[in-house]
């Protein structure tokens, strides 16, 4: 069934099958003269010719194929024995083809250390949801912003909102909501309580993403551990993290540190600061009005 196989392949970046047996979405067809009879019959299966692959035996592609396959003459041939070429082709083809990164602003929380919404504070011209959302927009294709059940209506939020479908767990349940969402998608997932985000952070992050991974993530200074709540989880950290969950687990930093992920070092520490009280409040206005004063 469909969706056993893709449960077995969830770690998988690449699978091969054998197209005598199986279907799959593309083909790389293997010209050897001995199996050109077997190849004749399954003409009409070639729908999606990525590359061709010439056995020991074979100097060209079959005429049969040239009048059948569309553009045949714009398709990769190399030899079976070029080993380097047909690494690098599947190595550009899953870069081309790695999932499409999506962006979510966790503004979920009850902020009760806080004592107000600490999406809703404004520490550079809007609420802070609504700077956050506009930082990711220039590194994601949608953003969204993540809500609990009941917090708001949607009608009043200026960007897409994604409920909470996974109650009570915090942010381990808005990421898991974002991949019943879209499941196909990589989250780019980032707390609004970091005001001092900025654009280098970010563009580090994704332009270190390793789609491999499950995830790609920041070390953070303060705990030594990865940061979970700014960072990137791959499609294959959504059935890795409902495994945690079965097992009573709902930290995401611990599925961070027990899988294989991608870690990386800040440009600036500091952009990792997190705020969650008034006192905590007040030192990060001071440093963003000392910031902007040197900027000056």
């Not at 440009?267 to 963003?288: F, G, Q, W």
């Amino acid at each position: 069934m469909p969706y056993q196989l893709k449960q077995q392949f969830a770690n998988a970046d690449l699978v091969l099958v054998n197209g005598n047996h199986q279907q799959a979405k593309a083909q790389v067809v293997i010209i050897d003269n001995n199996k050109k009879a077997s190849l004749l019959k399954r003409i009409e299966q070639l729908n999606n010719v990525q590359l061709f692959l010439l056995a020991d035996n074979s100097d060209d592609v079959f005429d049969f194929i040239k009048e059948t396959v569309p553009c045949w003459q714009q398709i990769p041939v190399y030899k079976l024995g070029d080993r380097d070429k047909i690494i690098a082709f599947f190595e550009a083809n899953l870069k081309q083809n790695r999932p499409v990164l999506n962006g979510l602003i966790l503004a979920g929380g009850q902020s009760l250390r806080m004592g107000v919404d600490k999406g809703s504070i404004n520490w550079h011209g809007k609420p802070q949801r609504y700077h956050m959302a506009d930082m990711l927009q220039p590194f994601c294709n949608q953003v969204f912003i993540s809500h609990r059940e009941g917090q708001l209506a949607e009608a009043e939020e200026p960007y897409p909102v994604l409920q909470d479908t996974f109650t009570g767990l915090g942010p381990y349940g808005a990421i898991l909501s974002a991949f019943r969402e879209n499941p196909d998608s990589a989250w780019l997932v980032i707390a609004c309580d970091l005001p001092l985000m900025d654009d280098a952070t970010l563009r580090k992050l994704v332009a270190w993403r390793n789609s491999s991974s499950v995830a790609t993530a920041y070390h953070s200074p303060v705990t030594e551990f990865p940061e979970p709540l700014i960072a990137i989880w791959e499609p294959k950290s959504y059935p890795i993290l409902l495994s945690f969950l079965a097992q009573g687990y709902s930290c995401p930093r611990k599925v961070l540190i027990n899988t294989d992920i991608t870690l990386l070092n800040a440009p600036d520490p500091e952009a990792l600061t997190n705020v969650n009280t008034p006192e905590e409040m007040e030192i990060v206005k001071r440093a963003i009005h000392q910031k902007l004063a040197a900027n000056l």
